[in-house]
């Protein structure tokens, strides 16, 4: 991950997304804030697009760019990253690379996970898998839990980084070592991470990681990404392959021939254009300002909001250090009578499991949490 470049001025990241002038954003975990540079991405392409001038490959050389900078973001190599559409599509390519099971094979995963990381296992159990569902214990599923459920013959274990409905982070490095002792295979769900908090995908074991860009990555939808650890590209299968999936694409727009590419490239799916200038524009954030930089005001501005929950006596109560994320979910005993001040403040934020969810970025204030605590606590 790169260095932090020291601290961040908040109103130098405020001047990159205009659009929250007005407006305090909390749903971040939903989908973020367009930036000045990826409107402005946005913006030109489809000016050159309808004047006939639009340069396919220069968005392809974005999507090059892109795949860099999100592999940098996670402590990978651009080797090891494919570009997909969303988490959904990255675990069906990993889903649809395991054989028929033998007896007694499984797959764990957790009943409350996210249901693009969820669907493809249960698919599974049409190859004979039986799929293992953990129950959570409180608001997460603890690594214990899932080591309660692997055994010999557990091919995969699937987990988000931070769970989207209650901001719980996993225990990855306890988790890879529990899929380790199986031999399994360990998928995680970034989606809720990538970008906003740590990641590190050698540290932790991760054999494979997807994340979509719409969310804390300051991307929009149809851009995504997928892991894959070096060690396990050759045994990888491209699912749906195109011309990108050759080895020197530009040369592949025919057959008879098919070479495919000795890199996690061989499983992207073709690019979406615009989505990738827009992509390229929205990262280079993260290298204005140094990610670890970004990632350490994450964690500074959902410090700030739990500590003004508790001033305010709310119910909230956070998770121990080590599961802390930038989700606040805050249960409330009237979420639409809550909704409906936020909506009149112009606070923008979500619902999910009968809780108000907050999602901090590092594009807020820390004046924006304390009013939208007064406004939780309003009585």
Same mark, same amino acid.
């Given at each position: 991950m790169p260095a932090a470049r020291g601290a961040t001025d908040p109103a130098d990241v405020r001047q990159l997304f205009p659009g929250l002038a007005d407006t305090i954003y909390l749903n971040t975990a939903t989908m973020n804030v367009g930036s000045a540079p990826a409107? !402005?991405?946005?913006? $030109?392409?489809?000016?050159? +697009? *309808?004047?006939?001038? /639009? &340069?396919?490959?220069?968005?392809?050389?974005?999507?090059?760019?892109?795949?860099?900078? /999100?592999? @940098?973001?996670?402590?990978?190599?651009?080797?090891?990253?494919?570009?997909? #559409?969303?988490?959904?599509?990255?675990?069906?390519?990993?889903?649809?690379?395991? #054989?028929?099971?033998?007896?007694?094979?499984?797959?764990?995963?957790? @009943?409350?996970?996210?249901? *693009?990381?969820? /669907?493809? +296992?249960? $698919? $599974?159990r049409e190859r004979g898998y039986e799929v293992r569902t953990v129950a959570p214990d409180g608001d997460g599923v603890s690594a214990t839990a899932f080591g309660h459920a692997a055994d010999g013959g557990t091919r995969l274990i699937a987990v988000s980084a931070v769970h989207s409905a209650t901001g719980y982070r996993a225990d990855l490095p306890a988790l890879s070592r529990i899929a380790g002792r199986s031999g399994a295979w360990f998928f995680v769900d970034a989606c809720q991470a990538a970008g906003a908090v740590p990641l590190d995908v050698v540290r932790d074991g991760v054999d494979f990681l997807a994340a979509a860009s719409h969310k804390f990555l300051l991307g929009s939808r149809g851009m995504g990404y997928l892991y894959v650890r070096r060690g396990l590209l050759d045994s990888l299968r491209p699912i749906v392959p195109g011309w990108k999936a050759a080895r020197n694409p530009a040369e592949s727009f025919y057959g008879p021939r098919m070479d495919l590419s000795p890199t996690a490239s061989k499983l992207d799916a073709s690019l979406a254009w615009f989505p990738a200038l827009a992509e390229e524009a929205g990262l280079g954030i993260f290298g204005r300002f140094g990610t670890a930089a970004l990632l350490d005001?994450? !964690?500074?501005?959902?410090?700030? $909001?739990?500590? !003004?929950?508790?001033?305010?006596?709310?119910?909230?109560?956070?998770? #121990?250090?080590?599961?802390? *994320?930038?989700?606040?979910?805050? #249960?409330?005993? &009237?979420? @639409?009578?809550?909704l409906a001040r936020f909506r009149q403040a112009n606070v923008v934020a979500s619902v999910r499991g009968g809780r108000?969810?907050?999602?901090?970025?590092?594009y807020n204030l820390e004046e924006e949490l304390d009013r939208v605590t007064e406004l939780i606590g309003h009585r």
């Open positions: 409107k !402005a991405a946005y913006d $030109l392409a489809v000016q050159r +697009w *309808s004047a006939g001038r /639009f &340069d396919w490959m220069e968005a392809e050389r974005a999507g090059e760019a892109a795949r860099a900078m /999100f592999a @940098e973001i996670i402590g990978a190599t651009a080797g090891e990253i494919a570009i997909v #559409p969303a988490v959904s599509t990255g675990a069906g390519i990993v889903a649809a690379n395991l #054989p028929h099971a033998q007896h007694g094979e499984n797959i764990v995963v957790a @009943e409350n996970e996210f249901t *693009s990381n969820y /669907f493809p +296992w249960l $698919l $599974l005001r994450n !964690a500074r501005l959902a410090r700030h $909001l739990e500590d !003004a929950l508790a001033a305010q006596g709310s119910a909230y109560r956070p998770f #121990p250090e080590q599961h802390r *994320s930038t989700i606040v979910s805050v #249960p409330v005993h &009237d979420e @639409e009578a809550i108000i969810r907050l999602a901090v970025h590092f």
